[in-house]
């Protein structure tokens, strides 16, 4: 740690999100100077303010009279207030992605890419490097629960972060080890079309340095072309279904609380071949593809196997992944990040392990995502017989016609006729009351403001 950190003042504008909160506590960690703005409270304000960080809470050309440097989020616009006064006082002003690249320069660094599952993973290996005293440092797109936080600040020489496709900012991070754990059609504001967004991963897996191994899970259909398409680097394959890959995994049992699973290392990995058993409290074919990919990346770094399955044993999950809120009355309260179909599907699969009594409540998120899966969308949710949807999060998107939850409504109507549109909180407590005396699974899904809907109607 530089002794003239303290001396730069740091401004985080947006700094309530998930991905620039866990930055400033990192760069206060370090011991610069910090202080944000946004527009609301949440929960990552509230930690942040407690740690002794100065938050604006709006944007005001006043907040950055004595900074040294600007840092900006995604969901910031070029206009914003505070980037314009920055540009005209000459004041450096850099993406949230630019300054993660700075601090994993600073590290031998994993970055776990993909459509699904990164926010899992990426804790999954942090999890493990830690109980093996390496000592991470660990930037998440979600909270640890073991944490209570996105981050960890860590004295060892690993550092492990979520990589964000959306923007294609992850193609500026450097790193040793790369995961994808699926490709999906997504972000098509960004990338236009799905080529695109296949070459961005391309181009992924093409950054490693030629000693780095990338990790791909070959049942994505995508990745697995990827593979075949690229010779030029390391590429470790991890797979449910094609016994011929580097790792296959055979699940061997699962309950409503634990999977117990096999890996089978067809390549060897530093000194590690053969056929190793784990289990850990995480449910769902998809989970268990991102245990193996973590599982991986730790033997790359020299974790020993009994430190890995002791970690995946004690793993405490993350927060919005299938996490049970508490009961009503007799009912199951779950609260859940699934906003694409694909994830929708998953978490769905996984609550039919656990229950036959199954209510979904669901936040579509963007008017965009919803237009480009509208039929995904209508395919996966169709099959859900008590199914209450509600008015689309659109996260600062203008109204796209014909792509809002009612259009999403008529089309799922056609097919499943027990669907209800509902259009506020007070009615959809009226609604989920009908279930509450009974042994349910009431499932709230989404990655708008459904969480803060799912606790709101806990506590009622």
């Known amino acids: 740690m530089k002794s003239n950190n303290n001396k730069v003042l740091i401004h985080f504008i947006g700094i309530g999100g998930i991905g620039m909160s866990g930055i400033a506590e990192l760069m206060f960690d370090l011991g610069y100077s910090v202080q944000g703005s946004d527009i609301g409270i949440n929960e990552n304000i509230i930690r942040l303010k407690n740690k002794g960080i100065k938050i604006y809470n709006k944007h005001n050309t006043k907040n950055i009279k004595k900074i040294s440097v600007a840092v900006f989020s995604s969901a910031i616009k070029k206009n914003n207030s505070e980037i314009v006064a920055c540009n005209r006082l000459s004041i450096p002003v850099v993406s949230r992605a630019d300054m993660l690249a700075e601090l994993m320069k600073s590290k031998k660094s994993i970055a776990v890419a993909g459509s699904h599952g990164k926010t899992t993973t990426t804790s999954l290996i942090g999890n493990i490097l830690d109980t093996a005293s390496f000592d991470p440092t660990i930037i998440n797109g979600g909270i640890i629960n073991s944490y209570s936080k ?154 020993k196997i009994s430190l890995v399955k002791k970690s995946l044993l004690n793993y405490q999950g993350v927060k919005r992944r299938f ?111 009908k279930h509450i005396n009974k042994k349910t699974l009431i499932i709230f899904m989404g990655a708008g403001s459904i969480s803060k809907i799912a606790y709101n109607y806990y506590k009622k």
């Open 150 to 303: 996105n981050n960890k600040f860590g004295k060892g020489e690993w550092l492990i972060a979520e990589a964000d496709e959306s923007d294609g900012s992850f193609l500026k991070l450097p790193h040793q080890i790369s995961i994808i754990t699926n490709i999906d059609i997504e972000h098509l504001d960004y990338y236009l079309n799905k080529e695109n967004l296949i070459k961005s991963f391309d181009s992924f897996v093409l950054n490693l340095p030629f000693y780095g191994y990338s990790i791909i899970c070959i049942d994505n259909k995508y990745l697995k072309n990827i593979k075949s398409r690229i010779r030029t680097r390391n590429i470790i394959t991890y797979s449910l279904k094609d016994k011929k890959s580097d790792v296959f995994i055979k699940i061997l049992r699962n309950d409503n609380k634990y999977t117990s699973f096999k890996i089978f290392l067809n390549k060897k990995i530093k000194t590690f071949k053969g056929e190793y058993n784990f289990k850990i409290k995480l449910l769902g074919d998809h989970n268990i593809l991102n245990c193996a990919a973590s599982i991986i990346a730790s033997l790359l770094t020299g974790v």
């Open 323 to 433: 996490t049970s809120i508490g009961y009503k009355h007799k009912a199951q309260i779950i609260d859940d990040y699934a906003h694409h179909p694909t994830e929708i599907e998953a978490t769905f699969k996984t609550a039919k392990k656990i229950s036959n009594n199954i209510v979904v409540v669901f936040q579509p998120h963007r008017y965009s995502r919803t237009n480009f899966l509208m039929n995904d969308f209508v395919k996966i949710l169709s099959k859900i017989s008590k199914l209450y949807l509600l008015k689309t999060y659109p996260a600062g998107e203008k109204l796209i016609k014909k792509a809002t939850s009612k259009n999403l409504y008529l089309k799922i109507l056609k097919k499943n006729k027990k669907i209800v549109y509902v259009e506020n909180e007070k009615k959809l407590s009226i609604y989920l009351n």
